[in-house]
């Protein structure tokens, strides 16, 4: 194993230790960081994933309250929400789907991150 491999791995792992304290506390609330450690992903990757979410935690809360069929302005905000994790997913380390159902998955386990978190940038 080169070194170089060998420090990403443990800035990592020290990465999922951080997350781990929020999950270890609340672990409903913190279902995401359970995703992001699943998908292998790294602080850059958690990054933008929490930009993304970011800029569309109105559609968050709506879709959390919301059953489908949803609303024409929910179905177009989606639309752009999975237009912009698509290419994100395709840079996870394990391939990913990139579907409406993926990006759903992720888009629960948001909701129930406490609200202040997704403006917080990591």
Known sequence: MRDEDLVKKVERLEFYIQ????????????????????????????NRLMNILGKHKGLIWAIDEQTEP??????????????QLKPLFQSFKNPHPTDRD????????????PEMILYKRM
Do not use: I
Request: a negative charge.
């Open 70 to 83: 949803y609303s024409d302005q929910t179905e177009e905000e989606l639309n752009v929400l999975e237009a």
């Open 102 to 113: 993926a990006v759903l998955r992720v888009v629960r386990r948001a909701a129930k991150l």
């Open 19 to 46: 997350l781990l304290r929020d999950f270890a506390v609340e672990p409903e609330a913190f279902v995401l960081w359970d995703y992001v450690m699943t998908e292998e992903l790294d602080g850059e990757q958690t």
